[in-house]
């Protein structure tokens, strides 16, 4: 079975310029999740979806959105990107939100802002 | 989720030794708990989960121990490896799944 798979694995952008970084969950899962983990940091939640809507919103400016598809990947945009927004993000899926599940993570985008 | 600053605790073990890794959790209604590890440069890596209705768990190598009363958790790794040298992250999860908190993470050492 696949495990959760993001992309681009590596990115490097400037100040101001705008990102979109995609995750497929694993197959069968609804919910998607999206953290952000900044160098030596712990886990930071960003984004949340399931069935196709977000269901709740970490401490993040507006910038920070996302959506999820019918098919369940989901994206997440980051807009006039700023030097702390370099991060490890990490997407993470699982089965439903109606039950306790655990999350299974990929491997993450890693973002430089020059 | 939660931040912490750069400076994780670290806890370091001879090679073969067993390792406690300690979490506190703050919230009562929290009823489902899991443990991650996560090596250099990659995600959090499922090791073991437990429900609030158990104590403790036993998985290969490693067991979960649940005190509710005090709202701690750890995780025991028998026989530490090298590669067992990783950042140890616990989960607790309340209202069906909905409610998911990660710890600041303790980052383990094994010494040859």
């Known amino acids: 079975e696949a495990g959760v798979t993001q992309s681009p694995t590596h990115l490097i952008k400037t100040r101001g310029q705008q990102v979109t970084l995609r995750c497929s969950p694993i197959?069968?899962?609804?919910?998607v999740y999206w953290y952000q983990q900044a160098l030596g940091l712990g886990l930071q939640f960003l984004l949340w979806?399931?069935?196709?809507?977000?269901?709740n919103r970490g401490n993040f400016p507006p910038r920070f959105s996302g959506r999820q598809f019918p098919n369940y990947s989901s994206e997440l945009n980051v807009n006039a990107l700023e030097l702390e927004d370099s991060a490890l993000y990490l997407c993470?899926?699982?089965?439903?939100?109606?039950?306790?599940?655990?999350?299974?993570f990929g491997d993450g985008t890693r973002l430089s802002i020059l | 989720g939660e931040s912490v600053g750069l400076h994780l605790p670290t806890l370091s073990v001879q090679e073969g030794d067993n390792s406690i890794i300690n979490c506190a959790y703050s919230?009562?209604?929290?009823?489902?708990f899991i443990w991650y590890k996560q090596e250099s440069g990659k995600g959090p890596q499922f090791i073991i989960d437990?429900?609030?209705?158990?104590d403790k768990r036993q998985g290969q190598r490693v067991t979960v121990l649940l005190n509710k009363t005090v709202k701690h958790l750890s995780l025991q790794i028998a026989a530490t490896q090298p590669g067992d040298s990783a950042v140890y992250f616990c989960?607790?999860?309340?209202?069906?799944?909905?409610?998911?908190?990660f710890g600041p993470g303790t980052r383990l050492s094994v010494l040859p």
């Open positions: 993470a899926s699982s089965l439903s939100r109606y039950s306790n599940q655990p999350q299974h």
């Open positions: 197959s069968g899962h609804t919910s």
């Open positions: 979806y399931d069935e196709g809507e977000e269901r």
């Open positions: 919230n009562s209604a929290s009823d489902y």
């Open positions: 437990i429900r609030s209705n158990m």
């Open positions: 989960a607790e999860i309340s209202f069906y799944g909905q409610n998911f908190v």
